[in-house]
């Protein structure tokens, strides 16, 4: 008898008590139960913003993937669906994997064999039960009201890896060629043969019937990424404006696993980064070698941005998954039964060749301004009276010219037993947790803020969940926070004089949360 994957995912989603975990995020999309991981799919519908993303419900004690399915009109209240992608058919019974999402309109649809407008692009993962030996395909499943969904029955449409490739071989992202009207091309991360990581590229025009083009390649970068790692997860190629020169650049965002940690950076098991060129052909022009990391937190993973109908263009938003591989051990597992999270959109922009991340939205209901605000201080610690109950909230800070450029100050989110620490320390960003409920992966984190950067100091906390943004989107640090349940606010720590500019607290509650 075959089993009834989705009837079974539902039932674990109604009887979840997830929701009524203290930890529980408010504002960011959080699995209904069991465990979270890349987002995928990700689409903006007239007003609404759709998140997909790697579903497990039955995690940890059986590791089957989904896509699971939210949706807002705000970016912060998120709404449950049922699960999309349910991983029942011959190509993708051992999990439906990670791909993104394109949004048709006038002659696109109607030279869409399938004629609807959401087109969900996904590998299929197949492991024989006996060798182990692992099959994937890149498979499409559409919507015409992102309420029913099908997989198109001439799936899979590319059945294997190509030669040279082993079958690591996964994570589609289909983007409209710009230089090429009515052509749509697939990018996929791939490992070679001789198990190095790189991406190849496919052409179509009609979304499911594609051609090989070649692999992608670095004609100025002194082949820095020629044997950049042993697999590249989750590519994805966007186009960006410099805010100072107008220019577009495109931006290949990847996850290079394998690559060595150096004396900074790259502390996660599997980093996340990005260079910034032009794309000719199959060719990623003028990076010259150079590579950066999107965010330095301790969980980022498997960033991914909104895509758009032409007729409704907006700011490019990223979304990432707020986790690692393999790093499941936290508290949430045990009090609520679900773990992970994805961090808030952020929208996108470069400045001499850096990407600038900055919160896509603010979070609602004005509180007022804090006391601290155009006030010189002196050293010490000082409660923030505006967030004292609240458990999330928003929260920006900004030194005066007239303080010591390499003044120490920063925030501590929970109590003197329990708490995570972020400072600014002259050119350095210092984050510590190791005094909060989870530690595992990563307790201190030292990290050089970029040239010229502002002191600028802006943090997004949502229970479980931290995002700090320093210098005006110039660097980000995402890491999950899990303080003591029953502390709240924040506090403002200055080991030496200080006047803060301008400062502006938000909080998402209406009211304090009862602790």
């Not at 394109?102 to 492991?127: C, M, S, W």
């Not at 098991?269 to 999107?294: K, M, N, Q, S, W």
């Not at 972020?422 to 409920?437: A, E, K, M, Q, W």
């Not at 997004?460 to 502390?487: K, N, P, Q, Y």
Request: net charge negative; hydrophobic share 35%; with cysteine.
């Amino acid at each position: 008898m075959t089993e009834d994957l989705k009837g079974l995912a539902l039932d674990a989603i109604a009887t979840s008590a997830a929701a009524d975990d203290p930890d529980y995020p408010r504002f960011h999309v959080v699995p209904p139960v069991g465990r979270l991981n890349d987002p995928n799919g990700l689409l903006v519908d007239g007003g609404t913003f759709h998140a997909f993303y790697q579903f497990s419900p039955f995690h940890p004690h059986r590791k089957l993937v989904y896509w699971g399915h939210s949706s807002s009109a705000d970016l912060l209240h998120w709404r449950h669906h049922e699960p999309t992608i349910v991983p029942d058919s011959f190509y993708d019974r051992s999990g439906a994997y990670s791909g993104n999402a394109i949004v048709l309109e006038g002659r696109e649809l109607d030279d869409a064999p399938a004629r609807a407008p959401y087109q969900l692009f996904y590998t299929g993962n197949l492991k024989d039960p006996v060798t182990d030996e692992r099959t994937a395909s890149q498979c499409l499943v559409t919507s015409g009201d992102l309420t029913d969904f099908a997989k198109w029955p001439g799936n899979p449409l590319i059945p294997t890896n190509a030669e040279g490739y082993t079958a690591h071989y996964r994570d589609p992202q289909v983007f409209r060629d710009p230089d090429r009207p009515g052509e749509y091309r697939m990018l996929i991360g791939v490992q070679r043969a001789n198990e190095s990581g790189a991406a190849v590229l496919y052409r179509s025009r009609d979304l499911v019937s594609w051609e090989p083009e070649g692999e992608l390649t670095f004609p100025d970068a002194g082949g820095v990424f020629d044997s950049f790692g042993y697999m590249w997860e989750c590519p994805g190629l966007v186009r960006v404006t410099d805010e100072d020169t107008g220019e577009d650049w495109d931006v290949l965002i990847w996850c290079p696993q394998g690559i060595a940690p150096q004396t900074e950076g790259f502390e996660n098991i599997f980093p996340c980064v990005y260079t910034v060129g032009h794309l000719v052909g199959t060719e990623l022009r003028d990076t010259g070698g150079a590579f950066h990391e999107v965010d330095r937190g301790f969980e980022f993973y498997a960033p991914q941005v909104f895509a758009r109908r032409p007729s409704e263009p907006g700011p490019v938003l990223l979304t990432a998954w707020a986790g690692n591989a393999s790093e499941d051990d936290q508290p949430s597992i045990s009090t609520g039964q679900w773990v992970h999270a994805l961090s808030l959109p952020r929208s996108l922009s470069l400045k001499e060749g850096r990407l600038i991340q900055r919160p896509a939205t603010n979070l609602p209901h004005d509180v007022g301004r804090p006391a601290l605000v155009d006030t010189a201080l002196e050293a010490g610690q000082y409660e923030i009276a505006e967030l004292r109950g609240y458990r999330s909230w928003q929260l920006r800070l900004e030194a005066d010219a007239a303080s010591d450029s390499d003044a120490c100050w920063g925030l501590r989110i929970g109590t003197a037993e329990s708490h995570v620490d972020i400072v600014l320390d002259g050119g350095v960003l210092r984050v510590d947790r190791s005094t909060s409920r989870y530690t595992q992966h990563g307790s201190v984190r030292a990290v050089t803020l970029p040239e010229g950067c502002a002191p600028v100091l802006e943090v997004i906390h949502d229970r479980s969940l931290t995002e700090v943004f320093v210098g005006d989107g110039a660097l980000t640090f995402t890491l999950r926070s899990f303080v003591d349940v029953g502390s709240s606010g924040a506090r403002l720590m200055l080991e030496e004089p200080l006047v803060l500019k301008t400062g502006s607290v938000r909080t998402f509650a209406p009211a304090p949360e009862v602790l």
